[in-house]
């Protein structure tokens, strides 16, 4: 396989002495590595480069924003608690790229600073007059006529006020808890008989839209603009003064105890109820914030001014998601309706038998090109409904709130068959979601098990028992994205459908290690972690490192992050071997350095679609047999190798093989949205000359390859 790098061609122009004698990649020192934290700070940059991208739809670049504003959220609640925790116990062990976590967070704030003020930038002075020209306009409550203030004291009235509770600070009233990314107002207020003046704190209530709509659908107002304007009538008799907006994020990082949690459910449980009011690690502020309000937040959330962040626009623009559910397809990008694989798709007069299908060959599903529903769900679906089916086991790691892959497997346990489901509870962000799937699987009959102690359960994997005959069979399914119909409509996944022996067989094994007690570690076909996924990638990597020049390397991730895969790409590098990544997050590898990494490149594909594949791939399409291909829930980073149980499967079928390479052949060729990471660790985005979008081009394709046209 060729994949060429469209701005810079691979170097193997070295041999001879210096290539066979190359320095060791330990003697470039902890420079080799980018900073992990700054580089999930950059993708983060790539997405503001989006918002203010003129040529992609108006409401699309509203939703990047939002997206941004979402991704520092939780880069605060877990990163940047995890590094103060580490300040406060006094470690000083640096990362691999030589920063202690203090130098870290120095780093990180400077660069959140910048990006901060980008956002603000790129809200009022680009997103609000363009929103502005197309009809959609932000309004304040001092802009409105007579008849819009009379119709917002009517809203207020109706449907603000009565759920609103102002918290008064004094000695009767100690300062009150404040919950995790809850929007409040401080208020100054004054008693005029006495002079006496206090702090108050009012809570806007989460469960009210962020954006209150005008008459004419057209003019949106914030809510907390419309609470201050009727602030009066929470202090009757008082004199209200100065009012601010403030928003504070809080350590939401669970600190479950192994010998605490002898059911594991109720622990967690108690632990959600803790985080909400975990420890502050950050307060938002708007400009018109006084020194008075802003150092008794600080002051009573323990919050050093570094940890105080004032901004122009307004606090928390993840609100936007609901300007980007606006009915206006003239702002949005062209919807796009999943395609069925006409191996899988049914008749007018037949459904289709999908275990018909998979005992004859392996199906590769690529979503959302393909339709999730009618091949994954479809799936679980056929197992649950037929008779001959004995057993169903299924990992959920993030499922959606109408789960239909949840609803077959309770319809199957209440049909009497065996059926297992893993449910990763602490799948961050997603815990309280994943207790409620855990109950309403155990009330239908489920066996329903938590995973391996210690270990997150990442890996993607459904298992189906079904006799035939004499016998019974095993299918699977194998992908790299969660089980979940929502975001299988905008991440892009993959994923096998399959009765191979071999390969089912391990995933029953894989399942018996994780539903019951053993110290399984060799399984035939699949690499697992942790055990056998970073030496069984570390030694393909070896491999192509002995072939020099003649040598290949694609790997399509998430992230990089794993200094021993980053290490071995190096001395791979090092002999010559051309290497492509396409990395779409995090990368702490760095390309284009003489001597370490000049044969390498990075790119990172940020577009319409979440990126969210992950395919491994060594050597050429000409090598005997081609090259080795493996797909699955494993990124290159340390906590999916080390504390993760996440699984990825060899692709032996050259029809599948050509399938994935066609994939990473066209990744490359974008040139739309594609950014570079250069030797500096600075991503630059790649200039245009052909108009080549991957994402675009894999919907023509299925369209395509699946006529007619299928329902989603």
Not at 18 to 46: C, I, K
Not at 383 to 409: E, F, H, M, W
Request: glycine letters at 8%; charged letters at 25%; a negative charge.
């Amino acid at each position: 396989m060729t994949i060429e790098h469209p701005t810079r061609p691979v170097d193997v122009s070295h041999s001879g002495s210096e290539r066979d004698t190359p320095v060791s990649v330990e003697e470039f020192g902890p420079e080799r590595f980018g900073n992990r934290e700054l580089s999930r700070l950059d993708f983060g940059a790539r997405l503001l480069d989006l918002a203010e991208d003129p040529s992609v739809p108006l409401l699309e670049r509203v939703k990047f924003v939002a997206i941004f504003s979402g991704l520092l959220d939780e880069f605060f609640q877990v990163r940047v608690t995890g590094l103060e925790d580490q300040v406060v116990a006094g470690v000083r062990t640096r990362s691999a790229d030589g920063l202690r976590p203090a130098e870290q967070l120095s780093a990180i704030r400077e660069r959140v600073l910048e990006l901060a003020s980008r956002q603000d930038q790129i809200f009022l002075a680009g997103l609000v007059p363009d929103l502005a020209e197309a009809g959609i306009n932000f309004s304040d409550f001092g802009d409105l006529d007579e008849d819009d203030r009379v119709f917002l004291d009517d809203v207020f009235e109706r449907q603000i006020f009565p759920v609103l509770t102002p918290l008064s600070v004094d000695p009767g009233h100690p300062f009150p808890n404040i919950s995790n990314l809850s929007l409040n107002l401080a208020v100054q207020v004054e008693d005029p008989s006495t002079g006496e003046t206090r702090v108050a704190r009012l809570k806007v209530p989460p469960i009210l839209p962020r954006f209150i709509v005008m008459p004419d659908g057209e003019r949106f107002i914030a809510l907390e603009k419309v609470i201050a304007a009727h602030l009066w009538r929470l202090f009757p008799g008082m004199k209200v003064g100065h009012h601010e907006t403030f928003r504070v994020t809080r350590n939401v990082d669970l600190t479950l105890e192994e010998d605490e949690a002898d059911d594991l459910l109720v622990a967690l449980e108690l632990e959600l109820r803790r985080q909400r009011f975990g420890r502050a690690v950050r307060l938002e502020m708007t400009q018109e914030s006084s020194d008075e309000i802003s150092g008794l937040l600080a002051r009573e959330l323990d919050l050093s001014q570094k940890a105080v962040y004032v901004m122009d626009a307004p606090l928390d623009l993840g609100g936007l998601w609901a300007l980007h559910a606006l009915d206006r397809p003239d702002l949005h990008a062209e919807g796009w309706s999943p395609t069925v694989p006409l191996e899988l798709r049914s008749s007018e007069s037949e459904p289709i038998d999908i275990f018909a299908v998979l005992r004859d060959h392996t199906v590769l599903v690529h979503h959302p090109y393909e339709s999730f529903s009618a091949t994954v769900e479809e799936f679980i679906d056929q197992a649950a409904n037929d008779p001959d089916v004995l057993g169903i086991k299924q990992t959920l790691y993030r499922t959606s709130g109408d789960s239909p892959i949840v609803a077959s497997l309770v319809r199957a346990a209440e049909s009497g068959k065996q059926v297992a489901a893993l449910v990763e509870l602490t799948a961050r962000f997603d815990e309280a979601a994943n207790i409620n799937w855990a109950k309403t699987l155990e009330d239908a009959g489920v066996h329903v098990v938590y995973g391996v102690m210690g270990y997150k359960t990442h890996s993607k994997t459904a298992l189906v028992l079904r006799r035939e005959g004499e016998e019974i069979r095993r299918y699977c399914h194998i992908g790299t994205g969660n089980y979940n119909s929502k975001t299988a409509r905008i991440y892009e996944d993959l994923g096998i459908l399959s009765s191979d022996p071999d390969l089912s067989a391990d995933v029953g094994d894989l399942f018996n290690f994780l539903t019951g007690f053993s110290h399984q570690g060799v399984f035939r076909e699949l690499l697992v972690s942790p055990g056998s996924l970073r030496p069984g990638l570390i030694e393909r990597i070896k491999e192509q490192a002995a072939r020099g020049p003649e040598g290949r390397i694609v790997i399509k991730a998430n992230g990089l992050t794993d200094p021993a895969i980053i290490d071995a790409l190096y001395e791979a590098s090092q002999h010559g071997v051309p290497i492509d990544l396409a990395i779409r997050g995090m990368c702490c590898l760095r390309p284009g350095i003489p001597g370490l990494s000049e044969t390498i490149s990075v790119h990172s594909i940020v577009g319409e679609f979440l990126e969210h594949s992950r395919i491994y791939c060594f050597g050429h399409r000409s090598d005997n047999g081609g090259p080795s291909l493996f797909l699955g829930s494993a990124d290159p980073m340390e906590r999916n190798l080390d504390r993760r149980i996440e699984a990825l499967t060899p692709i032996y079928d050259d029809r599948l093989k050509n399938r994935l390479l066609e994939i990473l052949r066209l990744t490359f060729l974008d040139d739309t949205n594609t950014w570079i990471l250069g030797p500096d660790r600075r991503w630059r985005r790649l200039t245009s000359s052909t108009g080549f979008n991957v994402q675009a081009t894999l919907k023509e394709t299925a369209l395509k390859e699946n006529r007619p046209s299928a329902t989603p």
